[in-house]
């Protein structure tokens, strides 16, 4: 039969160990919770003007294909080829 102290320190170990359980419970109730209010949220309008990456877009430009089918890059009205709308990226 076990001794008093001997059951009591196997009940703080018992008791330890539900309170870690109860804390990853928790957090997972916490996360789900974030998740559904985020969901529940209304979806933003979309406004194609406002996204950031619109200043990395290219002038537009036409591409013809020969009979043979390449492609070739046709100037723009003013008679220059597109280029990147700003400074190239430095790259390593």
Known sequence: MPTNESARGTAAFQLRQAVERLHG??????????????????????????????????????????????????????GTLPTMAGPMPNRR
Do not use: C, K
């Open 25 to 78: 419970e928790i957090e997972r109730v916490e996360f789900w919770a974030t998740a559904l209010d985020q969901m529940a949220q209304p979806i933003p309008e979309y406004d194609a003007t406002a996204q950031p990456l619109n200043a990395f877009n290219l002038p537009r430009h036409n591409v013809t294909r020969d009979d043979a089918g390449t492609s070739a890059v046709q100037p723009a009205a003013n």
